[in-house]
């Protein structure tokens, strides 16, 4: 059984930046494809961003190309998200989560096996 917790959320002005942790314990995730999504007030869960074992592909959102970059750190048994240029849009809880194995998608919910409790992260404008 693999346990989540996020952390690094918070608030920020727009235009700012946050970088977010996600660390794994209970079994090593090296072997998992690990993703992020965001779930906003009254809106449904969304996809943002995911990685393949060993780094070896990364998928983002169109809403967050070029503004967030996902990345992992197998000795540290963790995933990040660095979060560049956030919008008011940005504003959701955060969460990460992992899939232990190959999926040929990296995009839905059901791709993925574990999940953490979430972090909040706040855009003013």
């Known amino acids: 059984q693999v346990q989540l917790e996020e952390s690094g959320g918070g608030l920020v002005q727009a235009g700012g930046s946050l970088r977010l942790s996600c660390a794994a314990s209970?079994?090593?995730?090296?072997?998992?494809?690990m993703g992020w999504f965001r779930q906003a007030p009254g809106k449904e869960r969304e996809f943002v961003a995911a990685?393949?074992?060993?780094?070896?592909?990364?998928y983002y959102a169109d809403s967050v190309k070029g503004r967030f970059t996902i990345s992992r750190d197998d000795a540290k048994n963790s995933v990040y998200l660095q979060m560049n240029s956030l919008k008011p849009e940005d504003t959701a809880v955060y969460y990460c989560?992992?899939?232990?194995?190959?999926?040929?998608?990296?995009?839905?919910?059901?791709?993925?096996?574990?999940w953490g409790q979430g972090t909040q992260v706040t855009v003013s404008s």
């Open positions: 989560a992992g899939r232990n194995g190959y999926s040929d998608s990296v995009y839905r919910q059901t791709d993925y096996d574990y």
């Open positions: 209970g079994r090593t995730v090296s072997t998992y494809a």
């Open positions: 990685i393949r074992q060993s780094g070896s592909r990364t």
